[in-house]
């Protein structure tokens, strides 16, 4: 079964930084290009960024809102995925999903004084 | 970046009814469109991946249909378990927008 799970979400203060982890299983990891995508509390789906496969040059992009304070990593050796957070804001408050087609269950992030 | 507008942004059905929901992109995208399902509380579920491939697992209830810049969900007969909010999502190119989302109410 493919499956997802996220990890490291919390409560943070503004200025902070945070790292979320997404470990994968049941499909072959290092072919996948990964994507975070985030939600906002009762709105909808918004793109965070991507990290394309070791064998497609492993590249990552990103949103405009987060480019420069987010970034993106993988470790295959672990069927991991990273998403680095810095300078955090309050609007980037939300839950965060890890996604290769499956999506996983989500990990709560929370910026607040 | 490519605009994604969805539309309606809700609508209310109810169980056996036909309901379709339409995706316009800003620009030409092919076919490179995902359609998504997002249920009250929970994690999105991928539909549908190249407009109108059907995903492992996914009730042939759901059709998806367009190419280039208008795309169309359908449900033939709404089940409860269909009432959420469906998301279209562009993967022509960074950053992969979506939709507003399309609420499914009773």
């Known amino acids: 079964e493919v499956q997802l799970v996220e990890s490291g979400g919390g409560l943070v203060k503004p200025g902070g930084s945070l790292r979320l982890s997404c470990a994968g299983s049941?499909?072959?990891?290092?072919?996948?290009?990964m994507t975070w995508v985030r939600q906002a509390p009762g709105k909808g789906l918004e793109w965070v960024g991507r990290?394309?496969?070791?064998?497609?040059?492993?590249?990552?992009e990103y949103a405009a809102p987060v480019k420069g304070r987010f970034t993106i990593s993988r470790d295959d050796s672990r069927n991991t995925l990273y998403l680095q957070m810095n300078s955090l804001k309050i609007e980037d408050t939300g839950v965060y999903y890890c996604?290769?087609?499956?999506w996983g269950q989500g990990t709560m992030v929370t910026v607040s004084s | 970046d490519i605009q994604m507008t969805q539309s309606p942004p809700s609508l209310s059905a109810s169980v056996g009814d036909r309901v379709t929901i339409t995706c316009r992109a800003s620009?030409?995208?092919?076919?490179?469109l995902y359609w998504s399902q997002q249920r009250p509380g929970k994690a999105p579920k991928l539909l549908f991946y190249?407009?109108?491939s059907l995903q492992t697992g996914v009730p042939s209830r759901f059709s998806g249909s367009g190419s280039g810049t208008e795309f169309t969900l359908t449900i033939s007969s709404l089940q409860p378990e269909d009432f959420a909010t469906y998301y279209c999502q562009q993967t022509y190119s960074a950053p992969l927008t979506f939709g507003g989302g399309t609420k499914v109410e009773i």
């Open positions: 190249t407009a109108s």
């Open positions: 996604t290769a087609r499956t």
């Open positions: 990290i394309k496969s070791k064998t497609d040059g492993g590249t990552t």
């Open positions: 620009q030409n995208i092919g076919t490179y």
């Open positions: 049941g499909f072959t990891f290092s072919d996948a290009w």
